[in-house]
């Protein structure tokens, strides 16, 4: 089975900061990846995704993640935060194949940016 | 706001009781699933419906159970409920196809005394 490592829980920047939170998963046939993001009081919305092709993503809001296979890890980063990044992010990771495609997640890093 | 909406936002019962939480997938999605989020944790994936079959479960306990009805909505049921059963249930659906982003909903906010 599957499983997603968060290293940080909680990261506090100010704002213009660069960010970048860590994610690890374990698993060992081919997977397709993604970042959550949760604003305060909101659901659970898509990032970005990784399935195949460059490893390096782009998704919304100026966020981008690099995927290195080698060290199955899918790092989120952003060059400068703002306060409203203020959310917790979440790294999952599904299988490649199959019907269920059940997401993995990690714990959860929860960032909050200082205006 | 993505589409999928679910029902009761919030509810509390007691230790034994039993359960049901309901969700209205977006438009056109026929894959539906339930995840089970602790406080402080990530999303667990309870179990996953396509075409009103159960098609993928989680690590979850038979008194977990679903339905998906024809016209894609669904439901969660949780029988003999414990303590630990308190948490947040999503539901998110998406089309089938591989590259179906999932749409969450905000979720049902469940307390177990």
């Known amino acids: 089975a599957q499983s997603v490592s968060q290293h940080n829980h909680h990261v506090i920047l100010s704002e213009a900061a660069s960010l970048e939170l860590g994610c690890n998963y374990s698993?060992?046939?081919?997977?397709?990846l993604f970042w959550y993001v949760q604003y305060p009081g909101q659901h659970l919305q898509l990032l970005l995704k990784?399935?195949?092709?460059?490893?390096l993503v782009k998704g919304i809001k100026g966020f981008e993640a690099e995927f290195i296979k080698s060290k199955f890890s899918f790092n989120l980063r952003k060059p400068s935060v703002q306060w409203s990044d203020t959310a917790e992010y979440f790294c999952?990771?599904?299988?490649?194949?199959?019907?269920?495609?059940?997401?993995?997640f990690g714990s959860g890093t929860q960032l909050t940016v200082l205006p | 706001e993505t589409g999928v909406t679910q029902s009761p936002t919030h509810l509390i019962k007691t230790r034994g009781q039993q359960v049901t939480l309901r969700c209205s997938s977006q438009?056109?999605?026929?894959?539906v699933s339930w995840y089970q989020q602790a406080l402080g944790q990530g999303p667990q994936f309870i179990f996953q419906?396509?075409?009103?079959?159960?098609?993928g479960r989680g690590n979850f306990p038979p008194r977990f159970s679903g339905l998906q009805f024809p016209n894609y909505s669904s439901e969660l049921n949780v029988n003999a409920l414990e303590l630990d059963d308190s948490a947040l249930y999503l539901c998110?659906?998406?089309?089938?196809?591989?590259?179906?982003?999932?749409?969450f909903g905000e979720g049902s906010r469940l307390t177990v005394l």
């Open positions: 998110a659906s998406r089309t089938g196809g591989q590259g179906g982003e999932l749409f």
């Open positions: 698993y060992g046939g081919t997977v397709n």
């Open positions: 990784y399935f195949s092709g460059d490893p």
């Open positions: 999952a990771v599904t299988r490649a194949s199959g019907s269920a495609r059940q997401l993995t």
């Open positions: 438009s056109g999605h026929n894959t």
């Open positions: 419906y396509y075409r009103e079959e159960e098609n």
